[in-house]
């Protein structure tokens, strides 16, 4: 089965907040909550300035904190695409899962439980992209297979220079982004 | 289903799920750009709006705009129903009435002031493709008085600069070959916030494909961000840069000759006014050094003639506006770029005959927006004319205003002129989805259905790809809103005018027009568009190098310019600067709203709720302020906004500050928005005038920082 991981290339996102608004649409996100978010990072004093806009969301860690300290097995890995999902009839609300995201991926829905990104998993099994990468105008979100060497997500990986979110808290994330330009 | 809504079937996409699933393909109208969307049915409620793949506008991916356009449908702070005022113009104060009694008042008044001043005196300001049915029955009504705020307060200096220059304006969506350029100059352009769709996504192309991207923006925008070179370029003087580039393209013999030889005219009379405009002359006044503006003309002149110099939109700034699209037309000429790829392209539309009305009657009189040929270069009516006209009596009284989809109190400058005006009128007709500024000074309100829940007329754009798009209704409306071609409709009918409307339902209208054309109706309801045959794009393609100038060449030195008494060749205007303490007021557009027409959105509220005001972080330590605290904007003439959150940044120079447009509300029916936030459209008192065309310059808006308590 595969490991589903994205690519987002920081040097195309714009942080328009497309891909907020569409997963908002798509999953009925209620109010006050977003499973997906906008990063901008700027350094340097002006006018000698750069900056980095990331599109976040949960990293589908392959090593998931969230789901180790899960009492309930709620929080769990999804045979399909080995995806960090959440059981919600499982999950008793105990918010250790938010404690334990060093990424601040989860909240809890005003249904009691713990919700977060899910890559879409409806949309997936009928072969689509999860409604952030489809919706992208600028078209910096790859989403794929990160076991399949000849997936687009794995050749940009190979090809660019990326980086992970928080790579020293050892959760090996599936979300890379990309940080050099493209050519 | 209601007889205004007329809703296609969608039951056949249906997916046999336990939630009954459709879709229909409409156009986005949430701003202007008017992609094509698919929107999903869940269960009979509308669900999501996604882009539609066979629309070449958007290529199937809407901006967060779009996505978020489900919002307005669900929207609680619509306008509901007819309101007819009680109390004062301005006071917000109604009483709710039925369509009959709204649209029999105003058509009392119409036929009034017919008989009483002509039909002339009436007026019509629009925006947008959901005006066409109200433009038809203002000429069947017999006025021209037709303006948009869109002309003289957005792109149409633009349009003046560069017909004076190729003989053709820019358009909309711009003829922008950004997809294929090798090096992009944008000019205060800010792609990426500004969210139009089709240009953000060939932004994106040429940042993929390695372009030269040069940014001139006095803000560090996510455009500069993307930027090989950004040039922090002294607000107003981008004029002063833009010569000086031409300088160098010129002196350094680096333009295209075998290009301007062929097609341009008064070169050498333009060269040699340009000698004088050195990168060491634009030194001082622009900020820009001298090897940075060498640099990058050689980098646009190493990509030419793909080497595009954005024309902008939005280019209402200092009211010499006409002539620095006129610089930034001459500057792309002499790299080339007009008619060649990665440049401007030659758009083509599909041609749908016009729908055979009988002839509107002429007006005994011109419109009153230009009395005199003033501004002899306007080719567009001047909202801010008519407004004078109004206020004036001259050349002669306009009585009657109907408004509809533009909210313009924010969208014109100084906002008591426009009062004013509103004060002499006999009528005052808005017809607005939301309740806009504008809504609170009209007699009578119409609610309008939102573009989900409505026909309009036939999307026709010119474009790389001719298209013809449908925009048609996906879900009812939740009061007792009405679809824009009916309310126009009715209004006809009451003004005894109804043989301007032979059919019935815009449908049949819509059948007539698309099958006379000779393609099927049917086909564009199921698709949502039909694509035209493609034609040349470029010179090298076969497109004839024609240019509609009087010269019929690309106009370097302009006589018409010069025998209306103005510059032949562009020159420097030095602008006012601020005083010190004070920083110039800019303004410009948040990806997530589309001016004040999205702000009681729920979705794109959520996303963006009130905007900042941007400071210069090292000014703003100079006040004590850090970002998220507020503060009070003070205009030269005294005018106080509400209060605003800073954004401390380095993102900014020191003598300006920034905010999005849109937000900052004075009319209490926008309740999520109702003073949240700051306007720059309560702020902009102070405007300058073009004198070309009569767009008025907005960027003169000079603030100080309130502190507050």
Redesign the interface.
Known sequence: MARFGMVIDTAKCVGCMDCVVACKTENDVPDGFCRDWIATEVTGSFPELSMEIRSERCNMCDNPPCVYCCPTGASHVSEFGKLVQITNDKCIGCKACLAACPYGARFTHPDGYADKCTFCEHRLREGKDPACVSVCPTFCMYFGDLDDPNSEVSRLLKSRKSKTLLPEAGTEPRIHFLTDKAK | MSAAGGLPAFAHDALGKSEALGTVATICDVCFWKCGAVAHLRDGKL?????NELDPLSEG????RG??G?GAHYDANRLKWPLIRKGKRGQEQWVRATWEEALQTIADRMSKLKADYGPESMALFTHGLGGSFFKHTMHAYGTPNIAAPSYSQCRGPRDVGFTLTFGEGVSTPERTDIANAGCLVLIGSH???N?H?TQ??E???A????ASIIVVDPR?S?????AKH?L?IKPGTDMALLLAWMNVLVKEELFDKEYVDAYGYGFDAFAAHIAQYTPEWAYPKTGIEPSVIRETAREMARHRPASLVHPGRHVTWYGDDAQRSRAIALLNALLGSWGRKGGFYYPASVDIPAYPYPDYPTPRRPKADNPGNKYPFADGALTNGIREATTTGKPYPIKGWMVYATNLLEAMPNREETIRAIQELDLMVVVDVIPSEIAGWADVVLPESIYLERHDDLHLSWFRQPFVGLRQPVVESPNDQKPGWWIARELATKLGLESFYPWKHIEDYLRTRVESAGLSFDELKKHGVILGPKEPLYFDEGVPAEFYTPSGKIEFYSPQLEAAGFDPVPQFTAHEQPPPGAFRLLYGRS??HSFSRTQTN???S??ENENEVWL?EDIARRYGLASGDYVRLKNSEGTTSNPVRVKA?????GDCVYMTHGFGHSARGIFPKYKKGASDGQLITKYEVDPLMGGTGMNMTFVTLELEA
């Open positions: 669900w999501k709006v996604e882009g991916r809407l901006c967060p996505t978020g489900v792609l990426g916030e969210m769709n953000v996504q932004f994106s192309h940042i993929e494909r390695g560090f996510v455009a500069a961000g993307k950004y922090p990806p997530v729920p979705v794109l959520e996303m210069n940044t380095q993102r900014i120079r």
